[in-house]
């Protein structure tokens, strides 16, 4: 079964500066979808970005960048220019091409502080 | 185009009540699942349906039932609701194959059970 794995509980970081989140995963499996997800206090799941593990080049969305390392297992989010808003939990997730139901398998999320 | 929608927001039980958890959605999405979100671990998948009429197990599905009668609801019941059954319930869902896939989540259901 694979396993994901969030080694940040917390991160803080000040407004304006870059901050990366940590994500390492488990896999047996050469194709699969990789995602971050921000769930603010209103406790709502927001898609971050996502990563599919055939492509080579980082995901990008605006202010948010992947760094995908397919060898290692490491899925890193950056985020720059921190803003208030960026404030959430964040959640590394991956999803399996294979089998039925496709489900999603989630770590254990890590606290984003912005301090202003 | 309202989305997944959960209700109730929040509800208290006490031990040994039933209950329904209500999802559905309107964007004809075929793969619809319910995760249970508690401190320190993330979501974790509870049961999950790829169409009207099927249904599976996920990861924690002990203590509740779902069933699938049109493509729209996906009910999560708790038979006899217990104290470990106290967390955050989230529905989602998602068309499925393709891929450019999207998961969407409804807003929570906050369960508290005495």
């Known amino acids: 079964a694979q396993t994901v794995t969030q080694s940040q509980p917390e991160m803080s970081v000040q407004e304006a500066e870059t901050v990366t989140l940590s994500c390492t995963y488990d896999t047996s499996e050469s194709d699969y979808y990789l995602f971050w997800y921000k769930q603010p206090p209103s406790r709502q799941m927001i898609l971050v970005i996502r990563q599919e593990a055939y492509k080579q080049q980082n995901a990008t969305e605006n202010r948010f960048s992947v760094n995908f390392q397919k060898a290692a297992k490491s899925f890193s989010l950056k985020i720059s220019d921190s803003q208030l808003g960026d404030a959430a939990m964040y959640f590394c997730?991956?999803?399996?091409?294979?089998?039925?139901?496709?489900?999603?398998?989630f770590g254990a999320g890590t606290i984003l502080r912005v301090k202003s | 185009n309202a989305g997944v929608t959960q209700t109730p927001k929040f509800q208290v039980l006490k031990t040994g009540q039933s209950m329904t958890l209500q999802c559905a959605q309107d964007?004809?999405?075929?793969?619809m699942s319910w995760y249970r979100q508690d401190p320190g671990m993330g979501l974790r998948l509870i049961h999950y349906?790829?169409?009207?009429?099927?249904?599976d197990q996920g990861e924690v599905p002990n203590g509740y039932n779902v069933s699938r009668s049109t493509t729209e609801d996906f009910p999560l019941r708790l038979l006899s609701a217990a104290p470990s059954q106290t967390s955050v319930y989230f529905c989602?869902?998602?068309?499925?194959?393709?891929?450019?896939?999207?998961?969407?989540f409804g807003p929570g259901t906050r369960l508290l059970v005495l």
């Open positions: 964007m004809n999405h075929e793969y």
């Open positions: 989602a869902s998602r068309q499925q194959g393709g891929v450019q896939e999207t998961q969407y």
């Open positions: 997730a991956y999803r399996s091409l294979l089998g039925y139901g496709n489900k999603l398998v």
């Open positions: 349906s790829v169409g009207a009429g099927i249904t």
